[in-house]
Each structure stands twice: as C-alpha cells, then as structure tokens.
C-alpha cells in the first residue's frame, strides 16, 4: 500500500510537470490530533470497557466447558457407550458455541469492529472537516496525512499543519506545529483465538460408526490477549 501511494504520487508530478511542483501542499498529522479530542479519549475508554465485558463473558463460558470435560472424565468409567456419546456430543457443541461467539465479538466485522466504527466516525470526520477548513483558508492544493499509509522520509515543520487544524477543533497550544506528548489513550486489540482451541471436523464426527467412542478434544483455559486503532 505505501508503495502504491508513492508510484500514484511519482506519476501525479511527472505528468503535471511544474504546475503541480508550484502547488502548495502541507502534512497533518491526524492520529496525534485525535489523541487530543476527550471524544476520541472517551470513544477509546468504551470501547476498552466493552472489550473488557465480552472477554470475561467467554472466559465464563470456558470455564463451563471445562466443567463439562471434568465432570465427563471422572465418571466417565460409570457410563454406557450411549450415555458417554451424549456427553461427548454435549461438549462438542459447548466447544463449537464458544468459538462462534468469541468470533463474533472479537472477529472480523465483528461487534468490536463495528463499534469501534460507530464511536470512532464521527471524531474521524470532525477531523476531516477541520482539514478541509484549513486547506481552503491556507489555499493548499494537496494535504498529506502524516498518520497514513504514505512513507514521509523527510518533513519540513514548514508544511505542517497540524497546529492549525487544531486551531479549527479550539485545541491548539501555545507552541504552533510543535506536537507535544501524546495523550494516553489505548487502543483495544483484538485478542487472539487460543492455539488450543482446535477446529471440531464435525463431517468426520458424523461419519463415525455410533460404537466407537469418540473423546472431546482437551478444551484450554488460555486468555486471548488483549490492539492501535
């Protein structure tokens, strides 16, 4: 993607020659501006708390799966085949219902996601904005987003105006274009799906002859980690 931005960019000045070379361009640097809008802040602290809520819902749930698995290991030597296929196929399905709903909470397009999208937009889009704002006021012909996924090797504090789009949201400082420390907001990660949590192939399952007893996976009790937005 960076190489793709910097060949678009190669071949927008070539083909516009000096023209383009006498436009005024400038840099914003939009991440550093969103860690200093409380929407942004307050945005990030939701959605962390979130995070928090759902991740202690699925290690709930694993934690009766392993009760499932405990109790069918102890008395498992009291049961008949029919009895311990049921409890097999019980703890199967528990495995399969907290994976789905793991996935769907921490997966891609997930509820996560989506809510990150719905708190985080309209920030997004206060900041887009305000860079418009600043672009038409400072007669700029093309703004760079510092922040993005185009590789800036070298920037002259000259062009940046980042000061100036915080002027736009009422949060400059007093130094002009000299970004300070950045605020501590954390950006929520999507945890990991446990290596232990292996796919059930439920097509062989079904394929088994009913004798032959089948023994439910180990379920693991590994807590995903908890990621930049």
Request: charged share 30%.
């Amino acid at each position: 993607m960076k190489k793709l931005h910097s060949l678009l960019l190669g071949a927008l000045l070539l083909l516009t020659g000096p023209a383009a070379l006498a436009q005024k361009f400038g840099y914003v640097d939009s991440e550093f501006v969103m860690g200093k809008m409380p929407a942004y802040a307050q945005a990030q602290q939701e959605l962390n708390t979130l995070s928090n809520t759902w991740q202690k819902e699925i290690e709930s749930q694993k934690k009766d799966l392993d009760k499932l698995y405990r109790n069918y290991q102890a008395e498992e030597v009291l049961l008949t085949e029919p009895m311990k296929k049921k409890r097999q196929d019980e703890i199967l399905k528990k495995e399969q219902d907290v994976k789905a709903y793991q996935n769907k909470i921490f997966g891609y397009e997930g509820q996560l996601f989506k809510k990150r999208q719905e708190l985080t937009k309209p920030v997004q889009d206060q900041v887009f904005e305000a860079i418009e704002k600043v672009a038409k006021k400072k007669q700029l012909a093309i703004v760079f987003d510092k922040a993005g996924d185009l590789t800036m090797l070298y920037t002259n504090p000259t062009h940046d105006y980042t000061e100036f789009v915080l002027e736009e949201l009422g949060l400059a400082s007093e130094d002009r274009n000299q970004p300070g420390q950045k605020g501590a907001t954390r950006t929520v990660t999507t945890p990991k799906t446990p290596a232990g949590d292996a796919d059930v192939d439920t097509d062989q399952d079904a394929a088994a002859p009913a004798s032959k007893t089948r023994q439910p996976a180990r379920p693991t009790n590994t807590r995903p980690a908890s990621r930049k937005n």
